[in-house]
């Protein structure tokens, strides 16, 4: 071959560039509210009502919009936009992008293209949110830890959405979503305190339902999601081969809904399935599994045995 078929290096085509313009303050005072409102909601709620401005009906509603916006985020953000593990009928595709969005994480398109760069880059220069940035001293991983927790989430830099989403980008209906995130949000947390205040019939019951309901359950599912990328990249199991230090962390199986078998997830990201080996809880993997037998979803992404052999870590169980 001669050197004239090659394009000289400036020519040649680049990946586009990681990172986008980054966050103006407007944007950074919203999402320090969306943060930092639920949180205050949470640690002040707690001592100051537990034994008695909590009740039956506060948990219950709670219990109904944890599993509905957890779901948005696992079976909808991740598992199915960001990872492509299933195709769905297009009312499902919307729904679940706005129950994503109800879990106040962010709006879609962002979402799965901070994921997806995760993915490319994990545990790696370039990661948006790992623990391993800082070094590996005490100091450098209680440091690495918040980062991966939620002080990412306070940084300015935006990850490319023409590079990392262009397929959400190019949906008109999940544009629509996307714009609507503060709607879907403010229904996420005044909803409960409709229902509270309905199915009590008064108004205490409503202020109760919005403050546990509505801002304490946000708070408290931001740190389970968090706790995803923090803990399930320093602690646990680490039974298949990845590029990264993900791993297997059971005691969050449950309110994960199967997210914490994250070593299994980063060795076959595309998989539906996360919690692959028996006795591994995976929520989420049994929902898709009841939407694919409704017809609602199809072309599932199932993990088969002969692949899970070939991912495992050689020699080790
Ligand atoms: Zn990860
Ligand atoms: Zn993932």
Not at 30 to 50: D, E, G, K, M, Y
Not at 52 to 68: E, K, R
Not at 154 to 176: C, E, Q, S, V, Y
Not at 276 to 302: C, K, M, Y
Request: one cysteine or more; charged letters at 15%; a positive charge.
């Amino acid at each position: 071959m001669s050197s004239a078929t090659l394009l000289p290096p400036d020519d040649r085509p680049r990946p586009k560039p990681l990172l986008a313009a980054r966050a103006g303050r407007l944007e950074m005072v919203t999402i320090r509210a969306f943060l930092l409102i639920p949180f205050l909601a949470l640690v002040s709620a707690v001592p100051l009502t537990w034994g008695w401005g909590v009740s039956w009906v506060d948990l219950a509603i709670a219990a109904v919009f944890y599993t509905v916006s957890t779901l948005g985020i696992t079976v909808g953000y991740h598992r199915y936009f960001t990872h492509g593990a299933f195709k769905a009928n297009r009312a499902v595709h919307i729904a679940l992008a706005i129950m994503g969005a109800m879990a106040a994480q962010g709006s879609v398109i962002g979402w799965v293209a901070d994921h997806r760069r995760h993915h490319a880059f994990s545990d790696r220069e370039g990661d948006p949110h790992s623990p391993w940035l800082f070094g590996t001293s005490p100091l450098a991983l209680a440091k690495g830890f918040w980062h991966a927790h939620m002080g990412w989430l306070f940084g300015r830099d935006r990850t490319n959405i023409d590079r990392f989403a262009p397929d959400l980008a190019a949906d008109a209906d999940i544009r629509m979503v996307d714009r609507l995130f503060p709607l879907w949000v403010s229904l996420s947390v005044l909803l409960p305190a409709v229902l509270g205040g309905v199915l009590t019939l008064s108004w205490w019951g409503a202020l109760t339902g919005f403050l546990w309901a509505g801002l304490a359950r946000v708070a408290f599912q931001h740190h389970v999601t968090w706790s995803v990328n923090s803990i399930c990249h320093m602690i646990g199991d680490r039974p298949f081969r990845s590029r990264d230090r993900s791993a297997n962390f059971w005691p969050l199986a449950i309110l994960s809904m199967g997210e914490s078998w994250h070593n299994s997830h980063h060795a076959d990201p595309s998989s539906a399935r996360h919690g692959v080996r028996r006795g591994q809880v995976d929520i989420s993997a049994r929902f898709i599994w009841v939407f694919e037998r409704l017809g609602w979803v199809w072309d599932v992404r199932w993990p088969t045995p002969q692949r899970l052999a070939r991912l495992a870590v050689s020699g080790k169980r």
